[in-house]
């Protein structure tokens, strides 16, 4: 009888270890109880935002539930065959056959679970146009194994068909331990930071900051969401989404005086206010040590104050827009299309003199 598997044989896993070790990755990363920053690393941070350091982005474009449907990803993000898959042991896939064993792999253990069950999680890290793309994908699998170690399989695919480079990175969902890879919100954000502190090793400027500490109004987008409003822009598409209508249709009622604006809206500014007021207590303190680079930075900090004044979300934007829209209808509406309060109703206008 012939195995249902292909055994796979890269390297010793003895050498994988010994990387481990002297690297302080994988299960000798540093723990949760780490030291906490100082004041440079506070200092460097704050410099980095205020001189708009590019930011990264690590997003979760997917579950894969199944072999198929992960096998279907797994072909998509290696452009079927044109691009290599790389696997946590560093073995590249280039074949459908290699791409379709993973995906069964995957999802042969999970077929004992009642319903449909996610076998891998799609993720996405890039970074602005000009980053070289072999660093973001070393950076990639450096922020890989220290997140998640071993217990998760996971493949990775560079992509450089946009300006902006990006890996693919799919992670199996059940672990060794039998527990489940899950990222929230805290999750993504702790991905960021390792994908910039990772790309920061590497001679590139980056940074992992929460929106609001930008001056920048909550997203809201969801990646689904991002691909039609892709499409519609392409012209593919001229369908607008349900969300921008249901977002055009409050903007109006409330510039009509019918609504309010979201209670996050009000929540978001003040926490900018609140922003605002420690940057300014930060370029204070700068200021009072007397170091040249401080007072620099200081002078950055008001700046960045000064040129952020107030934010704007999303709800903002569109009721700018319908603001706009009702003056531009108001303005329509001629003084002598109004009617005349002091002549009967029914009273023929009169005659149109003709020269």
């Known amino acids: 009888m012939k195995p249902r598997f292909k055994p796979r044989t890269v390297s010793d896993p003895n050498i994988r270890y010994a990387r481990h070790l002297v690297n302080g990755t994988g299960p000798f990363a540093a723990s949760a109880s780490s030291p906490a920053p100082t004041a440079n690393d506070a200092r460097a941070t704050l410099a980095r935002v205020v001189r708009r350091t590019p930011e990264v982005v690590v997003k979760v474009t997917g579950r894969k539930k199944g072999a198929r449907h992960l096998g279907a990803h797994l072909d998509y993000i290696g452009r079927h065959g044109d691009v290599p898959l790389e696997t946590r042991d560093g073995e590249e896939i280039t074949t459908k056959a290699d791409a379709?064993?993973?995906?069964?792999?995957?999802?042969?253990?999970?077929?004992?679970?009642?319903?449909?069950?996610?076998?891998a999680v799609a993720m996405v890290f890039s970074m602005p146009a000009g980053t070289d793309p072999e660093t973001v994908k070393q950076?990639?699998?450096?922020?890989?194994?220290?997140?998640?170690?071993?217990?998760?399989?996971?493949?990775?695919?560079?992509?450089?068909d946009t300006d902006r480079p990006h890996v693919h990175l799919t992670v199996q969902a059940e672990g060794l331990d039998r527990k489940r890879f899950d990222p929230r919100r805290e999750d993504l954000f702790r991905f960021r930071e390792a994908f910039a502190e990772a790309l920061r090793?590497?001679?590139?400027?980056?940074?992992?900051?929460?929106?609001?500490?930008?001056?920048?109004?909550?997203?809201?987008?969801?990646?689904?969401?991002?691909?039609?409003?892709?499409?519609?822009?392409?012209?593919?598409?001229?369908?607008?989404?349900?969300?921008?209508?249901?977002?055009?249709?409050?903007?109006?009622?409330?510039?009509?005086g019918k609504a309010q604006q979201p209670p996050f809206v009000s929540k978001t500014r003040d926490r900018w206010t609140e922003t605002k007021r420690k940057y300014e207590a930060a370029a204070q303190r700068l200021d009072r040590t007397g170091d040249r680079d401080d007072r620099r930075l200081a002078r950055d900090v008001r700046q960045f104050i000064q040129e952020r004044a107030d934010i704007e979300?999303?709800?903002?934007?569109?009721?700018?827009?319908?603001?706009?829209?009702?003056?531009?209808?108001?303005?329509?509406?001629?003084?002598?299309?109004?009617?005349?309060?002091?002549?009967?109703?029914?009273?023929?206008?009169?005659p149109t003199r003709r020269r």
């Open 201 to 256: 090793s590497r001679g590139v400027e980056a940074e992992a900051t929460p929106r609001y500490t930008r001056g920048q109004g909550r997203a809201g987008t969801s990646m689904a969401l991002t691909q039609l409003r892709a499409r519609i822009r392409s012209g593919a598409s001229r369908q607008p989404t349900e969300a921008d209508l249901r977002q055009a249709r409050e903007a109006m009622q409330i510039a009509l």
């Open 100 to 119: 379709e064993r993973i995906a069964d792999e995957w999802s042969e253990a999970l077929y004992w679970r009642q319903g449909t069950t996610v076998s």
């Open 313 to 350: 979300t999303v709800p903002d934007r569109m009721l700018r827009d319908a603001e706009k829209r009702v003056r531009d209808a108001q303005a329509r509406t001629k003084p002598h299309q109004q009617p005349n309060r002091g002549v009967p109703r029914g009273t023929p206008p009169p």
């Open 139 to 160: 950076a990639v699998r450096e922020a890989a194994e220290r997140m998640i170690g071993d217990n998760h399989d996971y493949v990775m695919a560079l992509h450089t």
